[in-house]
């Protein structure tokens, strides 16, 4: 699917649930990927969840929030997320030269 056919089918949800419930189901996705998250984290640490495919669980969530941050992205265009975004990247960047300078 297309980037344009996906934002034709958040304005369809919008419509039929409302701005509202969109808000909601991404806040929803995001603590499911969290439980997911913690789960596979168990499972690798602990042994825990044997016989469950937990990290298939994760990669599911990842999707669904994925989905989510699109249609948020897409609900507040008028702001400049990517410019944000360079923003944090590079402060995250910053941040790596200097924890490695700080291990010589």
Do not use: H, P
Not at 65 to 94: A, G, T, W
């Amino acid at each position: 699917m297309t980037k344009e056919e996906r934002l034709k089918v958040y304005d369809e949800a919008t419509t039929l649930w409302g701005l509202v419930a969109q808000y909601d189901q991404c806040i929803e996705e995001m603590a499911e990927l969290t439980v997911a998250i913690n789960k596979y984290k168990r499972k690798v640490l602990y042994g825990e969840y044997k016989g469950k495919d937990v990290a298939e669980s994760v990669v599911e969530e990842i999707a669904d929030v994925s989905l989510c941050l699109e249609q948020m992205m897409y609900f507040f265009k008028d702001y400049n997320i990517d410019s944000i975004i360079d923003k944090k990247l590079n402060k995250l960047k910053d941040e790596i030269k200097y924890m490695k300078q700080q291990k010589k």
